[in-house]
Nanobody, 115 residues
Framework: QMHLAESGGGLVQSGGSLRLSCAASGFTLNMYAVKWFRQAPGKEREWVARISKDGEPEYAPSVKDRFTISRDNSENTVSLQMNSLKPEDTAVYYC?????????WGQGTQVTVSE
């Protein structure tokens, strides 16, 4: 069974950093593109970052130069390093893999950035 699980969320002060991890089980994550999305209360889900199966990153303008997406193929994970966090980054963060069998979403991890 194909499964994704996010971890690494938490509470951090403005200007701080967090590293989110998206771990796959039941399939090989580096065969597929992976995206991170986030959703804040009362707002639409927003795309944050993408990494191609070749490792090419892409970022939403709101996080470019602050967030870094990367793969660790030995761990079968994709990470999102988030620096210089702002209160507006507060949201539930989800990873999704674009597999041959359809999208596979994780359950999400909460990131809260205080003033």
């Amino acid at each position: 069974q194909m499964h994704l699980a996010e971890s690494g969320g938490g509470l951090v002060q403005s200007g701080g950093s967090l590293r989110l991890s998206c771990a796959a089980s039941g399939f090989t994550l580096n065969m597929y593109a992976v995206k991170w999305f986030r959703q804040a209360p009362g707002k639409e889900r927003e795309w944050v970052a993408r990494i191609s199966k070749d490792g090419e990153p892409e970022y939403a303008p709101s996080v470019k130069d602050r967030f870094t997406i990367s793969r660790d193929n030995s761990e079968n994970t994709v990470s999102l390093q988030m620096n210089s966090l702002k209160p507006e980054d507060t949201a539930v963060y989800y990873c999704v893999a674009y597999t041959f069998y359809g999208l596979r979403w994780g359950q999400g991890t909460q990131v809260t950035v205080s003033e």
